[in-house]
């Protein structure tokens, strides 16, 4: 495997950073997670924007232009020999001194790596998921946007860990307000009459580039989709829920605080959704 890493490739054993990089410090830098489905990587253009908007976000200045990006990470599949992949985009300050001010970093980490699909296992798909809200919140997008996908994932984690404590496979995570707002590394919707719901990113969720696919698909489908503020309640008597993000694609929720959602299974508008999704995913992108 290999990975690029300092402006070459490099064997993965030999892909080191230094402890003094302020991204290992600090969690100061960006990143993405990007997927390449039969050879396409999937709205890669969607992916490098918000790439560089989370950079130009915290003043961190990508040594590349968003071509050179695109080039590097098609080199990156070539050169690894995958079909069929999981792309990590890192873009750290780079190395400094101790001192968390980034003006001691010169310049900034470029990672990419590709590796061959861990997929969730196929009973999530099948079955649905489990979730529950939790007593971390999402942090207010006044004080730190959840539009930047920095590499402090701290409020993530411990949303994720809280969600492992429970016993369920994923978190639920609330506003200050209590309007629902996304899971810890995806988006969420609901289903009501026929309608699809995902709140609207200004609650404080990620502007997912799956949960932007989701939206399209739905419509294109004849759905009618709203971004709406809506609480657990609303969640509780769903007729489904489902979830999006590059990892998980669009997985089902059959449960949510131990209310069971359609059943106890996968909703007919989520199994469409993903069928739908799973089109494009091979055209939607770059070659
Ligand atoms: N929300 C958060 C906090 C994430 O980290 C991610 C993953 O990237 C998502 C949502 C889903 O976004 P996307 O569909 O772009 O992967």
Same mark, same amino acid.
Request: charged share 20%; aromatic share 8%; net charge neutral.
């Given at each position: 495997q290999w990975i690029f890493l300092g402006g070459t490739f490099v064997k993965k054993e030999d892909a080191v950073v230094s402890v003094f990089d302020h991204g290992f410090l600090y969690g100061d830098g960006v990143f993405e997670g990007i997927r390449v489905y039969s050879g396409n990587v999937f709205r890669l253009d969607a992916h490098l924007k918000r790439l560089? +908007?989370? #950079?130009?976000?915290?003043m961190l200045?990508?040594?590349?232009?968003? !071509? !050179?990006?695109?080039?590097?990470?098609? !080199?990156?599949?070539?050169?690894?020999?995958?079909? @069929?992949?999981?792309?990590? =985009? =890192?873009?750290s300050r780079g190395k400094g001194n101790l001192g968390l001010d980034p003006s001691s970093c @010169?310049?900034?980490?470029?990672?990419?790596?590709? +590796? #061959?699909?861990?997929?969730?296992?196929? !009973?999530?798909?099948? &079955?649905?998921?489990?979730? #529950?809200?939790?007593?971390?919140?999402?942090?207010?997008?006044?004080?730190?946007?959840?539009?930047?996908?920095?590499?402090?994932?701290? &409020?993530n984690i411990l949303v994720k860990l809280e969600a492992n404590q429970i016993g369920v496979q994923e978190a639920l995570m609330l506003n200050d307000q209590g309007y629902v707002t996304e899971g810890s590394a995806d988006n969420i919707f609901i289903v009501k009459n026929g309608v699809v719901y995902t709140p609207p990113v200004y609650l404080g969720a990620l502007e997912g580039i799956t949960r932007n696919a989701i939206i399209d698909v739905a419509r294109a489908k004849g759905y009618e989709v709203r971004e709406s503020p809506f609480t657990r309640h609303d969640v509780y008597v769903a007729d489904e829920v489902f979830l999006t993000g590059t990892a998980v694609e669009v997985i089902a929720v059959i449960e949510v605080d131990g209310r069971v959602i359609n059943g106890g299974k996968p909703g007919s508008v989520t199994n469409v959704l993903l069928e739908e999704f799973r089109k494009i995913v091979t055209t939607d992108?770059?070659?």
């Open positions: 560089f +908007e989370s #950079a130009q976000s915290i200045k990508i040594p590349y232009t968003q !071509e !050179e990006m695109t080039q590097l990470i098609v !080199e990156t599949i070539r050169k690894n020999q995958l079909e @069929s992949a999981y792309i990590r =985009v =890192v873009v @010169s310049t900034p980490s470029v990672i990419i790596i590709a +590796e #061959a699909l861990t997929m969730y296992p196929q !009973e999530f798909y099948d &079955n649905g998921i489990k979730i #529950a809200s939790v007593a971390s919140r999402r942090n207010r997008p006044d004080v730190l946007s959840p539009q930047i996908k920095s590499l402090n994932y701290l &409020n992108g770059v070659a």
